[in-house]
């Protein structure tokens, strides 16, 4: 019998030791734990991070490097913060996640460090964007919105400008795909599988058309609903991009694949690489009715836990990786647009992005997703019904509108 | 107690402790969550047997309960034809038999996540295998195979069939090489063809066997995640979801713990189920025989 105990004793001796790993505090050296995606751009992060402790040789970065896909990202975070772990000090959130986290009681407050006065040197969206319950929860390091590219070549060679309304890219396409006669070439390419990006793809065109995705019984959203179903997706859009993410659609259209494609402000650079390099234009996207255009917002920015026992260390690595020499540093070198609007004026800023320019303007007005605590549910509710929609020839949109309305509606009545 | 009786509860403590503290008590609290509203949001309430309700009542939920049922009876009842099949093959005598019996296995060892995207790609409608396969270069043909309903489906149980038929094969294998061969010489003297022999003597004697396949491979399909995760993502709109995929999502992006504990207990009572019932039989095959 006293084995046993022995042999249980050491199981629970074993489990304590697992589960605890401290972090170790050298001496005068405080650590903050970072939790980071897997970058696009590694080398990036590695000089930003060598910058930091040039300059706080008092303060050491543990990185954690999380999965790159947001959502997946999003569940690793979230499950951090729940369980109250104390080795996470501060963090990256995407855009969507500020109502959630504060909701949770997981972010911190940031409101007496990062004051009005600073908050106004970032783009409007992104410090609304991290605004809850009247309290500033992040600190935005870039901005992300959809934007319109498109094969200038093709277009110059049939006298088109880049289209405004929607009806006018279908036209255009149909004129280029009759002259060029390519089984190759389609018209459009985006981001259409059942995943977060086929809700920033829709909230556009529903939006060009005044509608809007929490609503989407209105006649509006159904309107623009109908016309992706009818007249994009397996027509002036190959059926594939139902599966497509960001990567395959972008693929298709540096292939030489498609003459019109959406996606964010990286793609200028990867398209400066590509077969098509020197043939791409950018513009806004199009819209139903004049004046409507809509770029869904998109971007990260810094969090620090409530459960952080270093907050002030934590909030000088925030201040540090937001600050104007290191949204300069990263749009430089990763291509990422900065959330600092001076930098739009910056010349090393504009020399690496002579496209961020003219992208301002759709910077300013890009529009958020919906905002709740309940996002990842609302998302998920809406893929499901978007992607319905989307994918069935035979689907009665107004049953399937009618259901996504009623589950939202559960979905937000939880949230007290 | 007698020392010899001691001494084997000694011995088997240790194994209890482990099941108790590593099965029994996970599933247990499993149950116990599913009985509380539990997210982030709003204090965690008892909330009785509600998640079941919403469980069996929520259109999504049913849909996902559907399709489940579906891929576990049409892939098992797949896996099995094939998997009988093969051991057949591999059972004779042939040259090359040991290179062919390893390349039955290599589905089986590939990794479910890597088999996934494998089969992602070969069905893609720019690149894909199979696109070209079936109409060559002729492009304006290729089939998104994962967009629409039922050749998401399909895909979905294509891939699972092909990758874990040989682990049927395998059992079944081990069933054939149990049957003494003097039975078949008994019944080629007495004149039966091969067809004969098939039906009297090697299905009655693989019944066994057969059924022990049945049994593993269902309980692994009820838990079926992976191959969605990495293919569909329960797309499109939701008619490829699984219930452990639902689970997931419920739990981990959706943050509602009880509900997603719901949609695990579901599962486990449903294996349970079908382990209980296949087990029974199983043994009393083994009896009679």
């Known amino acids: 019998m006293r084995r046993i105990v022995l042999i249980a004793g050491m199981l629970i001796v074993g489990m304590a030791l697992f589960g605890c790993g401290g972090s170790d505090t050298e001496s005068g050296v405080t650590s903050v734990n970072l939790v980071v995606w897997k970058p696009n751009i590694p080398a990036a992060w590695d000089s930003a991070l060598a910058m930091f402790h040039e300059a706080h040789p008092d303060i050491k970065i543990v990185r954690e490097i999380g999965p790159h896909s947001s959502s997946q990202f999003h569940d690793l975070v979230a499950q951090k913060l729940r369980n109250q772990d104390p080795s996470v000090d501060a963090f990256l959130m995407d855009v969507i996640w500020t109502p959630e986290f504060a909701a949770a009681g997981w972010a911190m407050p940031l409101d007496e460090r990062f004051p009005p006065s600073e908050q106004d040197k970032f783009f409007d969206g992104c410090i609304q964007a991290d605004v809850w319950d009247g309290k500033i929860y992040g600190v935005p390091l870039n901005i992300d919105a959809g934007i319109l590219y498109y094969r200038k070549d093709l277009l110059d060679q049939y006298g088109f400008e880049p289209p405004t309304t929607w009806a006018a890219m279908i036209d255009q396409i149909d004129s280029i795909q009759a002259g060029e006669n390519d089984p190759n070439l389609n018209g459009f390419s985006g981001q259409f599988r059942q995943y977060e990006g086929l809700i920033c793809d829709m909230l556009e065109i529903v939006q060009s058309n005044g509608g809007r995705l929490t609503e989407p019984e209105s006649p509006e959203t159904m309107e623009a609903i109908a016309f992706v179903r009818n007249e994009l997706i397996g027509d002036a859009a190959p059926e594939g991009v139902l599966t497509y993410s960001e990567q395959e659609s972008l693929d298709l259209f540096t292939s030489g694949g498609a003459v019109f494609h959406r996606n964010w402000p990286y793609a200028w650079s990867v398209s400066k690489e590509s077969p098509i390099a020197g043939q791409v234009g950018i513009a806004r996207l199009p819209s139903f009715k004049d004046d409507m255009s809509t770029s869904t917002l998109g971007g990260w920015r810094f969090g620090i836990s409530r459960y952080s026992k270093n907050p002030d260390a934590a909030w000088t690595v925030v201040e540090f990786f937001t600050s104007p020499q290191m949204q300069r540093h990263f749009a430089v070198n990763a291509g990422r647009a900065p959330a600092r609007k001076t930098l739009y004026q910056d010349s090393a800023v504009l020399a690496a992005n002579p496209h961020f320019e003219e992208m301002y303007p759709v910077f300013e007005t890009a529009t958020p997703r919906p905002r709740t605590p309940v996002y990842p549910e609302v998302s998920n509710i809406l893929q499901r019904f978007l992607h319905s929609a989307l994918s069935q020839d035979d689907a009665d949109l107004e049953a399937l509108a009618a259901k996504a309305a009623t589950e939202m509606e559960t979905a937000l009545g939880r949230v007290q | 107690m007698n020392s010899e009786r001691k001494a084997a509860y000694a011995l088997v403590a240790p194994a209890v402790f482990i099941v108790a503290v590593f099965v029994l008590s996970p599933i247990v609290q499993a149950f116990i969550n599913s009985l509380y509203r539990d997210t982030p949001f709003s204090p965690k309430t008892f909330i009785g047997l509600d998640n079941y309700r919403t469980l069996f009542s929520d259109s999504v939920a049913t849909g996902t309960i559907e399709f489940t049922l579906i891929f576990v009876i049409v892939s098992t009842a797949l896996e099995i034809l094939i998997g009988l ?205």
């Open chain 2, 85 to 289: 099949g093969l051991a057949l093959v591999i059972h004779e005598h042939f040259k090359g038999r040991g290179l062919v019996r390893a390349a039955v296995l290599i589905p089986w060892a590939i990794p479910t996540v890597v088999a996934g995207v494998m089969w992602k790609y070969m069905l893609n409608d720019q690149y894909g295998f199979v696109n070209l396969v079936f109409y060559g270069s002729n492009v304006a043909n290729y089939v998104a195979w994962l967009a629409s309903e039922w050749s998401a489906r399909m895909a979905i149980i294509g891939a699972d069939v092909w990758k874990t038929s040989s682990f049927a094969a395998l059992l079944i294998l081990a069933g054939l090489q149990s049957i003494p061969e003097d039975l078949y010489e008994a019944a080629r003297i007495d004149g039966a063809n091969a067809v004969k022999r098939f039906f009297r003597i090697t299905l009655p004697l693989l019944k066994p066997a057969i059924l022990l396949a049945l049994l593993f491979r269902m309980m692994d399909a009820f838990r079926v995640f992976a191959l969605v995760y990495v293919m569909t993502q329960g797309a499109p709109g939701g008619s490829t979801n699984v219930l452990q995929y639902y689970g997931y999502q419920k739990m981990f992006p959706e943050q509602q713990f009880g509900y997603g504990s719901a949609v695990s207990v579901l599962v486990f009572v449903m294996i349970a189920i079908v382990a209980t019932i296949l087990i029974r039989t199983v043994r009393t095959r083994i009896y009679e025989s």
